[in-house]
C-alpha cells in the first residue's frame, strides 16, 4: 500500500513537472512579440506588480530579498544531501526520486514567478524605440570624440566632489539616486544595502535586483564613489529596464543630470570606464592619449577599485562571471556579459540627438 502510494506521489510530481516545464517554454516564447509585451506586461501588469511589491517590501529597512536567497540556497543545498544520502547510501531510490522532483518542481516555480513578477522585462521592445532614441552606427574618431568628453566631464565632477560628499550616509547616497530616477520619468523607486556584501564582492557583484521582492540591493563595503551609480542601475530595473545595457544607461542619464555631486561624478566615472575599454578594443594608440588626460584623482579611484575587487578575486567570481554570462545569454541579451558595453550605443544616440558629435577630435599631446 505504501509503494503505490509512493508510486501515484512520484506520477503526480512528475505529470507537475511537465505541465511546468511546458509553463516556462510558452513564456520564453513571449521573446519573439516584444511589441505584445510592451503593451500587455511592461506598461499593464507589471506596473501593478512593483506597486503591491513596494508597498509590502519597502517599508521594511532590511533586505528581505537577500533572506529569501538565503533560504532557497540552503533548500537546495540540503535537498542535494538527501538525494545522495536517500539514494547512495539509505538505497531508497523512490525517495530520493521524490526529493529530487521536489526540488525541481521548486525551482520551476521560482523560475515562473520570476518571469511573471519582473522576467519578462527582458522581452519587451527595444529602448531606442521607447526612449525616442536612433540606433545607428557610428565611427571611431566619433567613438573617441565622446570619450573625450566623458573624461573632461570626469575630471570637472571629481573635483567638485568634496571630503564630506565622500562620507554621506548610505541613506543620503539612496535618497539622491531615487530622486534622479525619479526626475527622468520613472516611479518612485528605493535602494536597499545588501546584508550579503561580503558574498556579493565575492563574486565580484556590485549589486543586484530582486523580482521576488521588488527590492532594489546595493554592496555597499565596495567604494563609496561606485555606490550612487550602482543604485541608480539597480533602480532601473525596478522600473522595468530588464537589459543590462538599457538598466546602465537610466543610470547614467539620470546621473548626469542630477544636482548631487558623487553622484554626478559617479555615473561619469563609470561611463568613461565603458568608453575607454571600447577605444583601448579599437584605437590603443588612441587609448593611451586619453588615458593621459585622466586627472590623477580619478586615476586614484581607479586604482583603490581595482584594488578593492582584487582583494575579492578567485575562483568564486569566475565561476559567478560564467554563470551570470549565460543567464543573460538565456534572457535575449545574446551577447552575455559583453551587453553591459551596449550602453554605448545608447549614449552615442542620446549625444547625437543633443548635437554633441560634430568633428574628431584632435588628440595631438
Known amino acids: 500500500m505504501k509503494i503505490t502510494k509512493a508510486y501515484s506521489g512520484v506520477k503526480k510530481r512528475l505529470l507537475l513537472v511537465v505541465v511546468m516545464s511546458a509553463l516556462i517554454f510558452l513564456l520564453f516564447q513571449l521573446k519573439n512579440y516584444p511589441e505584445s ?25 532590511f533586505s528581505i530579498g537577500d533572506i529569501f536567497y538565503l533560504f532557497l540556497t540552503l533548500f537546495i543545498v540540503l ?23 521536489k526540488l525541481v518542481l521548486t ?26 532614441l536612433t540606433e545607428s552606427d557610428y565611427s571611431n574618431a566619433e567613438l573617441i570624440e565622446v570619450g573625450s568628453m566623458l573624461i573632461d566631464s570626469v575630471n570637472y565632477s571629481r573635483m567638485k566632489v568634496s571630503k564630506e560628499d565622500l562620507a554621506q550616509s548610505n541613506d543620503s547616497i539612496f535618497k ?4 534622479a530616477i525619479q526626475n527622468i520619468g520613472t516611479s518612485k523607486p528605493i535602494a536597499k544595502p545588501s546584508l550579503s556584501g ?16 521588488g527590492e532594489a540591493q546595493v554592496n555597499m563595503l565596495m567604494p563609496i564613489y561606485l555606490r550612487p551609480f550602482v543604485a541608480c542601475h ?24 542630477s544636482n548631487n555631486r558623487l553622484l554626478k561624478y559617479s555615473c561619469y566615472y563609470l561611463a568613461t570606464q565603458e568608453f575607454m575599454t571600447a577605444i583601448w578594443a579599437t584605437d590603443s594608440l588612441a587609448f593611451k592619449t586619453l588615458k ?6 580619478v586615476l586614484s579611484d581607479l586604482k583603490s577599485e581595482n584594488e578593492y575587487w582584487k582583494s575579492y578575486r578567485g575562483a568564486t567570481s569566475k565561476l559567478s562571471s560564467i554563470f551570470y554570462d549565460n543567464y543573460l545569454k538565456a534572457n535575449n541579451q545574446p551577447d552575455g556579459l559583453r551587453t553591459y558595453n551596449k550602453m554605448i550605443r545608447l549614449s552615442m544616440a542620446y ?9 574628431p577630435v584632435n588628440l595631438a599631446p
Open 198 to 213: 561580503p558574498i556579493l564582492s565575492y563574486l565580484g557583484t556590485a549589486g543586484y535586483y530582486n523580482p521576488f521582492t
Open 79 to 101: 535537498s542535494l544531501i538527501q538525494i545522495i544520502k536517500k539514494g547512495f547510501f539509505q538505497k531508497k531510490g523512490r525517495d530520493a526520486v521524490q526529493i529530487l522532483l
Open 37 to 61: 509585451v510592451e503593451q500587455y506586461y511592461s506598461q499593464a501588469i507589471f506596473p501593478f506588480i512593483r506597486a503591491h511589491l513596494q508597498l509590502i517590501f519597502n517599508q521594511i529597512p
Open 107 to 132: 525551482l520551476q516555480i521560482s523560475i515562473v514567478v520570476f518571469y511573471l513578477f519582473w522576467g519578462l522585462n527582458y522581452f519587451r521592445a527595444d529602448a531606442f524605440k521607447r526612449l525616442d
Open 351 to 359: 549625444y547625437k540627438k543633443r548635437g554633441l558629435i560634430k568633428a
Open 234 to 257: 539597480e533602480m532601473a530595473h525596478q522600473n522595468g529596464y530588464g537589459a543590462e545595457n538599457e538598466a546602465n544607461f537610466i543610470g547614467f542619464l539620470a546621473g548626469i543630470n
Open 292 to 297: 593621459s588626460k585622466i586627472s590623477p584623482s
Open 176 to 179: 539622491s539616486s531615487s530622486l
